[in-house]
């Protein structure tokens, strides 16, 4: 997860010369979510806390400033290189930091379950990442067209945000599985019965109970507090 982060710092959100306010804002929103969503190591939270308290006091950005902010972190140990090792793909253009991204949002939504700053907070924080910084154009247009048919932003408890995402998810995998990807990495309506089998029955309709019960354990792997990953991610 750390690898999309850094990803998303450096080469997403590095590519603005000058921020909008409502992108600025929902910089602000992000790295704020992101700081506190997640297992994080001690050391990883305190290079992410310099960002976040780099942007705290600004009415302005531009990409001077934010490089100016990166570097106060990287002076930390803030990582600057990006390996997706769990998220590798049999391709150099398949996986990777998609595959990071996705985790790092489901992991963001389960880990402030009932934690402040809240799912439904974590929610409006990814959709206004995507909104303000993925640079894959159509893969934005397609999110949030689907943000709106399904409503995202009017869910106001944490469930119903998780879930919500996890049926957002399959629905990307649905369309994407149809075109060509990564061959030895299918795209599959998760979680598939080998990994939950009260997730599903055999006609493939999904018991939502069970599902975050599910949901909530499964992405609670992918970071421990001692920053050891217990979590396999052959399905993103």
């Known amino acids: 997860m750390q690898s999309a982060i850094n990803t998303a710092v450096y080469m997403e959100v590095g590519l ?3 921020f909008t306010a ?5 910089l602000k929103n992000f790295i ?8 994080w190591t001690l050391q990883y939270k305190k290079q992410l806390g310099r960002i976040r308290s780099g942007l705290d006091d600004l009415s302005s950005l531009n990409n001077t400033a934010w490089a100016g902010i990166l570097s106060h972190a990287a002076q930390a140990g803030f990582p600057q290189n990006s390996t997706f090792l769990g998220c590798k793909g049999s391709r150099s253009t398949t996986r990777g ?3 990071g991204l996705w985790i790092l949002f489901h992991t963001m939504l389960t880990s402030c379950y009932n934690t402040a700053p809240g799912s439904v907070s974590a929610l409006r924080a990814i959709h206004g990442y995507i ?16 943000a709106e048919r399904m409503k995202l932003l009017e869910i106001g408890d944490d469930q119903t945000a998780i879930l919500a995402f996890w ?6 995998n649905h369309r994407l599985s149809t075109e060509t990807h990564d061959p030895y990495f299918p795209k599959v309506q998760f979680p598939p019965r080998s990994l939950c089998k009260r997730c599903s029955d055999t006609t493939g309709q999904f018991n939502t109970d069970y599902v975050f019960s599910f949901l909530m354990r499964h992405y609670r792997k992918v970071l421990t507090p001692f920053g050891k990953s217990r979590f396999h991610a052959s399905y993103y």
């Open 131 to 146: 909104d303000s910084y993925f640079t894959c154009a159509h893969c934005r247009s397609h999110f949030l067209s689907m």
């Open 16 to 18: 603005k010369t000058d």
């Open 32 to 39: 704020s979510v992101v700081t506190r969503c997640g297992s």
């Open 97 to 99: 930091y998609t595959c």
């Open 22 to 26: 409502e992108e600025l804002e929902n």
């Open 167 to 172: 049926e957002a998810h399959n629905q990307v």
